[in-house]
């Protein structure tokens, strides 16, 4: 795969961006960037750019902590259902058998009627 190459524009600087990922992949992470930062430099007027930098990098790992907790939650929700569903297929194939095997012995104890019948 060619790596991509692409200027983006963070927090008013322009960027040099080389990667494997599209051309808008890498804006959209870019975008993601400066909103964070506008963010911060919105809500703390005087920050130096290394602290609003550093700021920024908290933010986007606190993001992607909780966006992995909740992966994490549902992965184990989705575990949980999976397992119900086959508890409850299980059960409705026990059911379905049973059900087939009263249906056969009725239709054995019909036809002795019959045959009793004749």
């Known amino acids: 795969m060619d790596k991509t190459r692409t200027v983006v524009k963070i927090c008013g600087k322009e960027y040099t961006m080389t990667g ?17 930062m506008s963010e911060l430099k919105n809500q703390y007027v005087n920050l130096n750019p290394s602290t609003l930098a550093v700021l920024t990098a908290l933010n986007v790992a606190d993001d992607l902590l909780k966006l992995q907790d909740q992966m ?11 397992e119900e569903l086959k508890r409850v297929r299980s ?25 009793s019948l004749k």
């Open 20 to 36: 494997f990922e599209s051309e808008e992949y890498i804006h959209r992470v870019a975008i993601y960037v400066d909103r964070k």
């Open 72 to 82: 994490e939650a549902l992965t184990r929700e989705y575990q949980l259902l999976s």
């Open 91 to 115: 059960g409705y194939a026990a059911e379905r058998d049973s059900v087939r095997g009263n249906v056969t012995n009725l239709s054995k104890e019909r036809h002795q009627i019959f045959d």
